[in-house]
């Protein structure tokens, strides 16, 4: 079955430090997301993505993130200047129609230290 | 705006008991409904989807969701529980073709003992 691959799946980084999370979705697939998870918390829509722009951000998708699908395969999220509050798992979803079910990938575990 | 609510952040059943978990949706046009597991430090998998179609909808690992209007829930059932359906449960909707992307509740940790 298709999956959604993030790399990596940990990553420790220095407050103040710019991070990119990557994201392979399934080949076929329209639309792509990222979403966020802190421990213990629930989860939480970052940014949706179509047609080689942002469809949808969240409140949490400040200037300090953005996104990119740099070539056919590859869909990024950059976060320029970590703080602490940016740790959490971040994970990346895709799907082929709006209002199907997203495949979601395992997640990157981001910790600011 | 839509949203919804799961009623109990923790769930406590013994092997082979009915599993219901609660969810309740607000949106004002047509929802589409979702359900997700999610196992200890793996990522979020659907288990299943309402889109409008049949109202009692199956999913994977036997469980099933049964949407109603009347009073706006979307609860997740099964019949009987395993030990290795221990893990979060999380409720999403969409609202709509025209909605805004999936957004989830705050989920239901579910426990089974034997």
């Known amino acids: 079955e298709p999956e959604v691959t993030q790399t990596p799946s940990h990553q420790v980084t220095q407050m103040g430090q710019e991070v990119i999370l990557r994201c392979v979705p399934i080949s076929n697939h329209l639309y792509f997301y990222w979403y966020r998870q802190i421990l213990g918390q629930k989860v939480e829509f970052l940014v949706s993505?179509?047609?080689?722009?942002?469809?949808?951000k969240s409140e949490i998708f400040d200037d300090q993130f953005s996104v990119e699908r740099p070539d056919g395969s590859n869909f990024t999220l950059k976060i320029r200047s970590t703080k602490l509050e940016d740790s959490a798992m971040y994970f990346c979803?895709?799907?082929?129609?709006?209002?199907?079910?997203?495949?979601f990938g395992s997640g990157t575990r981001l910790t600011v230290v | 705006a839509q949203s919804v609510t799961q009623l109990g952040s923790h769930v406590s059943v013994s092997e082979g008991a009915l599993v219901l978990l609660r969810c309740n949706y607000s949106s004002s046009v047509p929802p589409y409904l979702f359900w997700y597991v999610q196992y200890p430090n793996q990522g979020l998998q659907l288990l299943l989807k309402?889109?409008?179609?049949?109202?009692l909808v199956k999913g994977i690992n036997g469980f099933e969701a049964e949407f109603k209007k009347s009073e706006t829930s979307f609860h997740l059932t099964k019949p009987s529980a395993h030990m290795s359906d221990a893990a979060e449960y999380f409720c999403?909707?969409?609202?709509?073709?025209?909605?805004?992307?999936?957004?989830f509740g705050k989920g239901t940790t579910l426990s089974v003992s034997s």
């Open positions: 993505f179509y047609n080689n722009e942002i469809s949808e």
């Open positions: 979803a895709s799907t082929r129609f709006r209002d199907d079910g997203y495949t």
């Open positions: 999403a909707v969409i609202e709509g073709q025209a909605g805004t992307a999936l957004i």
């Open positions: 309402y889109t409008s179609a049949a109202t």
